[in-house]
């Protein structure tokens, strides 16, 4: 399977442009073609209703990242799952026991989606309202001087 990769396309002017993140996120879940590409279709919708401000970046290599003063979470493919890796996860509130994989860190939570899953939608937002919050929180601005 191929990767998505950074795209040039002529501008109005004739000059070459790189592909934006967002179209980056849309690249990828077009190649995917599967269950996997529309999970991770939903999850981006999901978290675009939760932070209508989130900012959608291309990190390493051909990982999604959704970012609001620093990084919500990732949407990593596999071949079996779609990982949704929250930077700060250790550190948010999780009621509804999303957080199903990297329990063991002090840093980092993630949420395996697994093809026969159901996403707890409001759980999901929830989440990623918390992730968004903590990052904007004053505690968080002091720790990333």
Known sequence: MK???????KSGSGQEEEASPSQMIDARIEELKDWRGGT?????????????????????????????????????????????????????EDPSGLFNSSLEGNTRRAIDIHESDRIDEEALKALVRAAAALNMSPKASRSKK
Do not use: H, N
């Open 3 to 9: 990767k998505a990769t950074a795209s040039m396309k």
């Open 40 to 92: 991770l279709a939903r999850v981006r919708a999901l978290i675009r209703q939760a932070e209508p401000d989130v900012v959608e970046e291309w990190k390493w290599r051909g990982v999604p990242v959704w970012e609001r003063s620093g990084i919500i979470c990732t949407g990593e493919t596999y071949k079996s799952v779609v990982k949704l890796t929250f930077a700060r996860g250790a550190a948010l």
